[in-house]
């Protein structure tokens, strides 16, 4: 049984950072891609960030320049460094194995407003 925690987020304000983690117990992590998904009010969960078994990265035209994805596979760790957040980057954020997914944690709320 996979099991996902996030944890790191809080309430911002714009301009600012956070750095948002997930623990991955219970899969040979190191071989998964992993991906952060944020899902805003009303709206779909969407992916922004992922990263390979390699270290290799894609980001979301939305967050790209602003957001870092990166992991540990030692501590099967997955982090998620955000910079220069915006209101519309306001969401409950989760990290998730690419495909297929595992099933979801509960999230970590981000709040970006002043």
């Known amino acids: 049984q996979v099991q996902l925690v996030e944890s790191g987020g809080g309430l911002v304000q714009p301009g600012g950072s956070l750095r948002l983690s997930c623990a991955v117990s219970g899969s040979i992590f190191s071989i998964n891609a992993m991906g952060w998904y944020r899902q805003a009010p009303g709206k779909e969960r969407e992916l922004v960030a992922s990263i390979t078994s390699g270290r290799a990265t894609n980001y979301a035209d939305s967050v790209k320049g602003r957001f870092t994805i990166s992991r540990d596979n030692a501590k099967k760790m997955v982090y998620l460094q955000m910079n220069s957040l915006k209101p519309e980057d306001t969401a409950v954020y989760y990290c998730?194995?690419?495909?297929?997914?595992?099933?979801w944690g509960q999230g970590t709320q981000v709040t970006v407003s002043s």
């Open positions: 998730n194995r690419i495909s297929p997914s595992y099933s």
